[in-house]
């Protein structure tokens, strides 16, 4: 098992192997989280910028941990009280940050591609914690680990993504690592958000919500992207919870062993009954909580380690 990248951007790039590296090194981080002592000494010395241009909870925060269970100095940028706000540019913020020895940036961004662009211009190791609707890649990592967790394997599930997919950079991403991984990956959703044009990227596309969680392994709901949608794509919140919102009728006629994911925030009541979100059935929760040790996998592999070997004690 080898790791030799030094960031880690998206997941198209990434091969199966790289995937299952992360996999198997987050499982190692996720048995540290249970000792006693949590901390490892990977980071020490290393510097960590977090450079969140847009709102984040669960990515800011479990890189936030990550990052310190990891015993690195961690630095949280604060777009309100930075100098964005008087005109300085994304490459001269993150050169400065530079300039005081950041070792790695951590961006989250409205523009797709703002983390290759900062890898190109950078000596800095780029971790993407977001960009634009592109991709979300440790937000599917962390979704693939509790997938694995659950199923004990990803190779022949039938993986249903519901939801704005148009927008959404967790679909990118969960999509890549899915089909890398084997799994087939269905996709439905109002048809102004679902294009057919995705079924390039090996998945099947269906209108039919019955049909597409019908034989589903998982179910991951994805909100509306109302953020990135310059246009209304479909004609009201009410229409699209009756045709597309999973409630306890529509869950009935699943298999029995279907399992929910969510990245979140959830929008309960649209996308997803309340009582479903919190019921056994639901994997939201742990899917934050495995988001600690996927990004404490990320962050020591791009830092020069090779694999779960590597992991103290492992
Ligand atoms: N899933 C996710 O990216 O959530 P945040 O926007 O809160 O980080």
């Not at 039938?158 to 084997?182: C, E, M, P, Q």
């Not at 919870?241 to 979140?264: T, V, W």
């Not at 479903?276 to 791009?302: H, K, P, Y």
Request: with cysteine; proline share 4%; net charge positive.
């Amino acid at each position: 098992m080898t790791w030799a990248r030094k960031h880690l951007l998206d997941i198209e790039s990434l091969t199966p192997d790289e995937i299952v590296t992360v996999l198997d090194t987050a499982r190692a981080f996720k048995a540290v989280g249970k000792r006693a002592i949590k901390k490892v000494p990977a980071l020490r010395g290393k510097t960590v910028v977090n450079l969140f241009i847009e709102p984040s909870t669960r990515t800011r925060i479990s890189f936030e941990l990550a990052e310190q269970r990891l015993s690195a100095d961690v630095i949280n940028f604060s777009t309100e009280a930075s100098s964005f706000k008087k005109g300085e540019t994304l490459k001269d913020t993150a050169r400065n940050l530079e300039a005081l020895n950041a070792d790695f940036i951590v961006i989250r961004h409205s523009a797709s591609g703002a983390p290759h662009f900062l890898a190109r211009v950078l000596d800095a190791h780029v971790i993407n914690a977001g960009d634009g609707a592109h991709e979300h890649p440790t937000q599917a990592l962390l979704d693939v680990f509790t997938i694995r967790e659950h199923k004990g394997k990803i190779a022949g599930l039938n993986i249903t993504i519901l939801g704005d997919i148009l927008y959404s950079r967790v679909a990118r991403s969960n999509i890549w690592a899915r089909r890398k991984l084997g799994a087939t990956v269905t996709l439905c959703g109002p048809a102004t958000l679902v294009p057919k044009t995705f079924e390039q990227m090996g998945c099947r596309v269906t209108y039919d919500v019955d049909e597409a969680i019908r034989g589903a392994d998982i179910i991951n709901l994805l909100r509306i992207q109302h953020e990135r949608q310059r246009k209304t794509m479909f004609p009201s919140i009410n229409e699209y919870i009756q045709l597309f919102g999973l409630n306890k009728e529509r869950l009935a006629r699943a298999k029995p062993d279907a399992l929910i994911m969510h990245p979140g925030p959830i929008n309960r009541g649209v996308e997803i009954d309340s009582d479903i979100a919190d019921s056994g059935r639901s994997l939201v929760l742990e899917q934050v909580t495995n988001g600690l040790a996927v990004r404490m996998a990320v962050l020591f592999l791009a830092n020069g380690g090779k694999g779960p070997q590597e992991v103290a004690g492992n």
